[in-house]
């Protein structure tokens, strides 16, 4: 059974950073695709970054460009999100999303694994 477990959540000022993790488990082998989506109180969850690991490419939104970083390990079996300059819209529950055989766009969330979220808190 592949299951996503993220770690790393928390709640901070902003300006401050944090990094998240996210730890699959169950998959022999190397996923297309891993995400970072995000959903606040009463908005649409929204992509936050993404990693093809065929190309080892990325993706960001825009609101996270130049502040957020998306990465993995050696091993291929977790992946990271620097978050840096965090900003009270910021604040949501965070979720990764693994993909075996698809490369989904950002804006795609048709992911087949999913975790089950850590919380990001950023006050002002």
């Known amino acids: 059974q592949v299951q996503l477990v993220e770690t790393g959540g928390g709640s901070v000022q902003a300006g401050g950073s944090l990094k998240l993790s996210c730890e699959v488990s169950g998959y022999k082998d190397t996923m297309n695709c891993m995400a970072w989506f995000r959903q606040a109180p009463g908005k649409e969850r929204e992509g936050v970054a993404i990693f093809y690991f065929r190309n080892s490419n990325t993706r960001y939104a825009d609101s996270v460009k130049g502040r957020f970083t998306i990465s993995t390990d050696n091993a291929k079996k977790q992946v990271y999100l620097q978050m840096d300059d965090l900003k009270p819209e910021d604040t949501a529950m965070y979720y990764c999303?693994?993909?075996?055989?698809?490369?989904?766009?950002?804006?795609?969330?048709?992911?087949?694994?999913w975790g089950r979220g850590t919380q990001v808190t950023v006050s002002e």
């Open positions: 999303a693994a993909e075996p055989n698809r490369a989904f766009s950002l804006w795609d969330d048709r992911f087949r694994y």
